[in-house]
């Protein structure tokens, strides 16, 4: 995984695109293969996740911040406890599961 820092933020986070528009205007194809430090120098860092433990039935997972250091990038995330619902039970697990499907479809998103 990578993230993609952009006037000292990160704005995109995944794989490697394997076509990219270098900062001089070329277009690389197979960009993905380059070497580490042609990467690093359009701006793509490898990016390291930091999660801490939690209990997935009381809690979940939230991206907090990214500490952008020199050779990566780390993911920082807070746990965050979920709602109490007063509901029938069944529809406790799956409130949950759709909560759980929209939180991993961010992540992916990069979000």
Known sequence: MYAYIENEEVTRTGRLPKTW??????????????PEDEIKAEGWISLVEDKPEFDPDTHYLQISSYDIKEDKVIRRYEVIELPAEESEPGMI??????DLDYRVSKMELGL
């Open 21 to 34: 528009t270098k900062k001089d205007g070329t277009t690389v194809s197979g960009f993905h293969l380059l």
């Open 93 to 98: 697990l799956e409130n949950h599961l759709l």
